[in-house]
């Protein structure tokens, strides 16, 4: 998105999760955007051996945290269309339930150690 206003709220892809955030400042090939709320949570495990568990790090990420402030490439960043913008708490809990379904889908090795990860997680943003 090229043409983003200072103040403009937007759908943004930073790492391997998705936040509606924002736009902070323009920084020539990036924006500063200020999260707002969580559209899709990131990805457990090695992203560059997605689905492996053996012999790779397996990483463990939370979702970015509110207001916290993301440095996105342009073309990671799409217009929010949507009438209102849902509370941070609930879009990362609605976020972590959506992942969660989807790695329990499949039971594999990865999608065991994925979902275990997120309930770690879950014990953090939800104690």
Same mark, same amino acid.
């Given at each position: 998105m090229e043409n983003a206003t200072i103040g403009e709220i937007v759908k943004a892809h930073y790492k391997? *999760? &998705?936040? @509606?955030g924002e736009v902070v400042e323009d920084r020539g090939?990036?924006? $500063? @955007? %200020?999260v707002l709320a969580?559209?899709? =949570?990131?990805? !457990? *495990?090695? $992203? =560059?051996?997605? *689905?492996? &568990?053996?012999?790779?790090?397996? =990483? !463990?990420?939370?979702a970015l945290s509110w207001q916290e402030k993301m440095n996105v490439s342009k073309p990671a960043v799409h217009p929010y269309t949507e009438d209102s @913008? /849902?509370?941070y708490e609930t879009s990362l809990r609605q976020s972590v339930d959506e992942l969660k379904s989807k790695l329990n889908k !499949?039971?594999? /090795?990865?999608? !065991?150690?994925? @979902? %275990?990860? $997120?309930?770690e997680l879950e014990n953090s943003y939800f104690h």
């Open positions: 391997s *999760g &998705t936040y @509606i090939a990036n924006y $500063l @955007i %200020k969580v559209a899709k =949570h990131p990805l !457990q *495990g090695d $992203l =560059h051996n997605y *689905g492996k &568990t053996e012999n790779v790090f397996f =990483h !463990q990420r939370k @913008i /849902p509370d !499949q039971d594999s /090795p990865f999608n !065991q150690k994925a @979902i %275990k990860s $997120l309930e």
